[in-house]
């Protein structure tokens, strides 16, 4: 007689970034469920250029088998009500809780939320669940006892999901997006005009406004490397509302290049990422695409988080972060203090660290 499948929900919301750090998870996950029927629960996007997670992870039935989406934030009863009896209809065994906890207005009262939380899984009839926090590292960023900096997110969620097993995230095959012969098919129709030359990938788009280091300071910086780099070419990856600003980026490079955004998808950004030589751009997804490919980075980061949460995977970047008084205020967009820390950061600064990069020849890319 056959054995039904097990079920397993996974709870992720976020964007493209947030998925991405969380990749390793994933895939421990479908190791320790092989054979598994795996429901990913996640947010619709509330801004427009957040990819959903489900077009990160792909289709091809590895990371997930069906979605199920919600409006982030929502208290209508009939939509959360309607969302349970869909959980509940799902017959769940296993929850994987990777709600990434942060601290509310107190240590409490983010407790509170995540005991509601579990009571709603609950009640949607999930019998097991693993990744609820347990101990205060859990709810709020702490130092690594290892490091001596604060806990980097993807280790994070991987200490919440101990029980599934040890997840070695300097392991590449922990970060491999399973791409597919289409996806690797069309990766390479689009960097056609280019084949063959050495690329500069760049993606200057970022969600909130304390994290832009300025347009004016992407131009300066790209016309000064233009001569440092003779024969790239620069390629810009981003969404569609950053078409027009990559434009004047690939002019003042010297029009060398070709403007990608908004013409492919996360997966596909992914693997023409990968043929690049470095990666330059802000604390944002493309830079997380960037380094999950294996290709080294120079990041320009506000300090809105604070250092190396959200550190790209990987210790071959240049990282740069200017710690200041009010790091860590999480503002998506910064008045009173004008950005100090972001735009503290000065264009010899970044084109130092993109030429060290360069000329270290840096890489550590894996197989697909």
Known sequence: ???????????????????????????????????????????????????????????????????????????????????????????????????????????????????????????????????????????????????????????????????????????????????????????????????????????????????????????NLLRRLTPALPGFQLVMVGGPDEFERSERCIAAWGGAGINLCGKTSPRVSALILKQARTFLGHDSGPMHLAAAVGTACTAVFSARALPRQWYPRGDYHKIIFHQTDCAGCALETCIVEKKKCILSITVNEVESAVLELLGKGTKNKYKL
Not at 94 to 112: D, P, S, W
Not at 135 to 160: C, M, N, P
């Open 1 to 219: 007689m056959a054995t039904s499948k097990q079920k397993v929900l996974i709870y992720r919301l976020g964007s493209l970034g947030d998925t991405v750090i969380v990749l390793p998870v994933f895939h421990k996950i479908r190791e320790a469920y092989p054979d598994a029927e795996i429901t990913l629960l996640t947010n619709k996007p509330i801004v427009n250029k957040a990819a959903p997670l489900e077009s990160i992870l792909g289709s091809s039935g590895y990371f997930f088998d069906r979605v199920l989406s919600y409006p982030i934030g929502t208290r209508d009863p009939e939509v959360l009500l309607s969302l349970l009896k869909e959980i509940r209809a799902l017959k769940i065994d296993v929850l994987v809780y990777l709600a990434g906890v942060r601290t509310l207005k107190t240590i409490v009262k983010t407790k509170i939320t995540v005991f509601r939380d579990w009571c709603f899984f609950k009640a949607a009839g999930v019998k097991k669940t693993i990744g609820f926090p347990k101990i205060r590292q859990d709810y709020e960023l702490s130092v690594d006892a290892e490091t001596g900096e604060f806990e980097w997110e993807a280790k994070r969620l991987a200490r919440r999901v101990k029980a599934l097993g040890p997840i070695p995230l300097s392991d590449d095959n922990y970060w491999n997006f399973k791409f597919c012969d289409r996806e690797l098919e069309t990766a390479n129709t689009m960097l056609k005009p280019i084949s063959g030359l050495p690329i500069f990938a760049a993606s200057i788009g970022t969600k909130s406004q304390a994290c832009d280091w300025e347009e004016d300071n992407w131009l």
